[in-house]
Nanobody, 120 residues
Framework: QVQLVESGGGFVQAGGSLRLSCAVT????????MGWFRQVPGKEREFVAA????????NVKDSVKGRFTISRDNAKNTVYLQMNSLKPEDTGIYYC?????????????WGQGTQVTVSS
């Protein structure tokens, strides 16, 4: 049974930083691409960032480029999302995801989500 457990969410003022972590169990983290998505009430869940199995390739949503960085530590079976210069519009529930394949946003497994709130 694959499980993804997010942590690191919280409340921060605009301009601040947070680092989200996603611990992967039941599957070797290096086995595939991983991603982060986010959702705000009333809107569909949207893609934020993805990273391939080795960590050498990443893809980040245009609106967060230069502010968010996705990375992974396969030895620790953990994926990270470093979020800097946070804006109120970054508020939402952030979900870790095990992607079907690199280059696709199709998800095999979801985490339970962690809330990020950015105040103005």
């Amino acid at each position: 049974q694959v499980q993804l457990v997010e942590s690191g969410g919280g409340f921060v003022q605009a301009g601040g930083s947070l680092r989200l972590s996603c611990a992967v169990t039941g599957r070797t983290c290096s086995a595939g691409a991983m991603g982060w998505f986010r959702q705000v009430p009333g809107k569909e869940r949207e893609f934020v960032a993805a990273i391939n199995w080795s960590g050498r390739s990443t893809n980040v949503k245009d609106s967060v480029k230069g502010r968010f960085t996705i990375s992974r530590d396969n030895a620790k079976n953990t994926v990270y999302l470093q979020m800097n210069s946070l804006k109120p519009e970054d508020t939402g529930i952030y979900y870790c995801a095990a992607l079907r394949v690199w280059g696709s946003e199709r998800v095999d497994y979801w985490g339970q989500g962690t809330q990020v709130t950015v105040s103005s």
